[in-house]
């Protein structure tokens, strides 16, 4: 079953509560109005440009309880909650958009993670958007063929090192007007990988999305 049916079934399943407090949500809408006002969504004054990236999109700031959410369900594998996030995601990125793009990138996983997570959770989080927009999903464009150690383990400087060359274009691409996406976007060198990779190969413009994003302090940036 899809993440599309799932959220279906999800919202026939509960309905007409919320999915995160349990009490009466919004009609069509995953949660009622006192946790939709509590989440972190991220504020224009806070789309700070991300260093040697094009434009960017995201939904919420990288915190409690997005963050928590981010995590257990990569961990935990809680498809019911990742629909919900997609709902909200979509949310989020849906009204800042000044130009729909083409076609949404997912950041591409590689096979071993991606058989032992058993799904990629920034191409499910990109469902709703691209439902909603009319645009394919781009999941045999880019694949990704160096097993990158994660992330999260890693400083700025080591994060750009341990992406060189982890991304191989497949497949040409006919769209002119690419968005990558990402669960989360930090540094943002996946995505200035990626976006390398397009842009080498024709695509005229890139913008990133992410479900969430970190905001840097002047004390945490250094």
């Not at 890693?154 to 994060?159: H, T, V």
């Not at 341990?162 to 990558?180: D, E």
Request: hydrophobic share 40%.
């Amino acid at each position: 079953m899809n993440t599309s049916a799932l959220w279906q079934a999800f919202q026939q399943t509960i309905m007409p509560h919320c999915a995160f407090c349990g009490l009466s949500r919004i009609a069509g809408y995953p949660l009622c109005t006192q946790c939709h006002e509590a989440l972190p969504w991220l504020q224009p004054e806070q789309n700070l440009p991300l260093n040697g990236c094009p434009a960017s999109l995201s939904a919420f700031v990288y915190q409690a309880p997005i963050s928590n959410l981010l995590l257990g369900i990569k961990f935990g594998k809680n498809l019911r909650e990742l629909a919900t996030l997609g709902e909200l995601t979509a949310t989020g990125i849906l009204p800042q958009l000044e130009k729909v793009p083409d076609a949404i990138l997912p950041v591409p996983l590689h096979n071993a993670r991606l058989h032992k997570r058993g799904f990629n959770q920034a191409l499910e989080l990109a469902r709703p958007l691209a439902k909603q927009l009319g645009i394919p999903l781009l999941t045999r464009t880019i694949t990704r063929n160096k097993a990158t150690l994660p992330q999260t383990e890693l400083n700025a400087k080591q994060r750009q090192h341990n992406l060189q060359q982890a991304f191989q274009l497949n497949i040409p691409t006919p769209y002119r007007h690419i968005a990558i996406f990402d669960d989360v976007i930090t540094t943002g060198a996946t995505a200035r990988e990626l976006a390398a990779l397009l842009l080498a190969n024709g695509v005229e413009h890139v913008e990133i999305w992410s479900c969430a994003r970190t905001i840097f302090t002047p004390q945490t940036h250094d």
